[in-house]
């Protein structure tokens, strides 16, 4: 089975226990990056309890109905709170990194007032730069 095979398992699995997750996770699967840090999340968070992982590209419904464009969602990673709040961007990658002990002093530095809109500016041209790559933007 590959890498590959067992991310499509989780995320079957994952849309039958996204009512339940404390977190949900919209992020592109079909990034081969995106993937790799999913699995190194997953590895790093026991199990990965109370996330869920939701495709933006298969779950297009499900987030018009939140009010978040998929497009928007593809440009940048979108977090659902248990609350039904959403975070994107490097605010979305504080909420999952604060849940991962190793991760927490990466978070509280990445969230920083200086830190944050630089690294904004780096993951967004990243993320449009392999975005129009793959012929996706």
């Known amino acids: 089975m590959t890498d590959d095979d ?3 398992d989780t995320d079957k699995a994952s849309i039958l226990t996204a009512d339940s997750a404390q977190l949900k996770v919209y992020y592109d699967a079909a ?16 199990a990965a309890e109370g996330v869920a ?19 928007e969602a ?6 659902e709170d248990a609350n039904g709040d959403f975070h994107d961007g490097i605010d ?12 927490q002093p990466i978070a509280w530095l ?9 690294l904004t500016w780096i993951y967004q041209r990243m993320v449009r730069s392999r975005l129009a790559k793959d012929g996706r933007l």
């Open 6 to 8: 067992r991310l499509e």
């Open 31 to 46: 990034c081969p990056l995106c993937r790799r840090e999913r699995q190194r999340y997953e590895s790093w968070q026991k």
């Open 53 to 71: 992982w939701l495709d933006v590209n298969t779950h297009h419904e499900h987030l018009l109905a939140r009010g978040i464009v998929p497009r």
């Open 74 to 79: 593809l440009l940048s990673l979108h977090v």
């Open 92 to 103: 979305a990658y504080v909420l999952l990194m604060r849940r991962v002990p190793r991760l």
């Open 110 to 118: 990445i969230g920083l007032p200086v830190i944050k809109p630089i």
